[in-house]
Nanobody, 124 residues
Framework: QVRLVESGGGLVQAGGSLSLSCAAV????????MGWFRQPPGKDREFVAT????????YYSNSVKGRFTVSRDVAKNTISLQMTKLKPEDTGIYYC?????????????????WGQGTQVTVSS
């Protein structure tokens, strides 16, 4: 079992920056892929970014590419999401996810483990 604990988030003005962290606890040796998703108000959960634990290979949604950076810290069993040039449409609950899968995982149902979510609000 893997437990994910998110931190960070908050309220920021458009154009600003925020950073999120996600700590993995438990059977972390089983985790191959970790990712970030978000759920805007009234909408479905959507993919933001993913990182492979061993290779540090990353992949981003088109809406955040060039503005967000996902990274992992192997020693601390954490991943981070650095968010810059934030827009009001980036508002939502941000979730950390993890899975033993080795493929490129872009859909929520493909991830086995989830964090509790953290709110990000970008004001215009």
């Amino acid at each position: 079992q893997v437990r994910l604990v998110e931190s960070g988030g908050g309220l920021v003005q458009a154009g600003g920056s925020l950073s999120l962290s996600c700590a993995a606890v438990g059977r972390t040796s089983s985790v191959i892929t970790m990712g970030w998703f978000r759920q805007p108000p009234g909408k479905d959960r959507e993919f933001v970014a993913t990182v492979k634990w061993n290779s540090n290979s990353t992949y981003y949604s088109n809406s955040v590419k060039g503005r967000f950076t996902v990274s992992r810290d192997v020693a601390k069993n954490t991943i981070s999401l650095q968010m810059t040039k934030l827009k009001p449409e980036d508002t939502g609950i941000y979730y950390c996810a993890a899975d033993p899968g080795i493929r490129l995982l872009l859909l929520p149902h493909e991830y086995e483990y989830w964090g509790q979510g953290t709110q990000v609000t970008v004001s215009s």
